[in-house]
């Protein structure tokens, strides 16, 4: 605890700290339990997308290997599909927490080959790696927002921390040295006022009593 002057002016400046502080605190554990929560629905979210993930990817390569064998390596075919430019991106604030918004229009998968030398498992693998795609952008959305939050979380955490274990304890240690203080102060004056004026009827009563006894 920094040494302070024990006045009143102090004490209530440090008193209006202390209520800062144990507001900042609130502010921060309540913000810290909107990320956490928010994060958590993500963390379902990212499971959901990578148990399906797994299982679209397995089969898509599946229908491609079987493409490759029947028909040859399908390196011709892919050159026809044109690239995908429809990706776009925004931001999305939570608890002044920026987590990224990943927008992909879900389009029919219509092949842009001929089918007069494809199969169906060339069109399997090709409606299947446009599923991937899709989960891919949910799984890289939910991952980078989850990793921003968690980021949050940890600095919200130490900041509410450091309100809890540091500042408020000094603010409430300097309170208490303050109020003591002053009370001590307030205990010496009276007993100060008190020896004066009883003093004071002592020499009174002394004055008094010549003069009774002249009488």
Known sequence: MAQVFPTKANL??????????????????????????????????????????GDVYKQAYASLRLANITLGL???????????????????????????ILELPETQAEPHYGFHRTNSHLDEAYRQFNRAKQLTVRLAETQASIFRLADAVKKTQKRANALSNILIPQFEATVK????????KEREDFTRLK???????????????????AQ
């Open 195 to 213: 020896v004066v004026k009883n003093a004071k009827l002592r020499a009174q009563a002394n004055a008094e009593t010549p003069a009774d006894e």
């Open 74 to 100: 399908c390196g011709n075919f892919a050159r026809s599909v044109p690239v995908d430019v429809s990706l776009s991106a925004r931001g999305k604030s939570v608890m002044g927490v920026e987590i990224p």
């Open 177 to 184: 040295f303050i109020t003591e203080a002053l009370d001590e």
């Open 12 to 53: 209530m400046a440090t008193q209006k700290s202390l209520e800062l502080a144990r507001m900042g605190y609130e502010l921060m554990d309540r913000k810290r339990s909107i990320l956490v929560r928010e994060m958590m629905q993500l963390v379902d979210e990212a499971r959901a997308v990578e148990s399906q993930i």
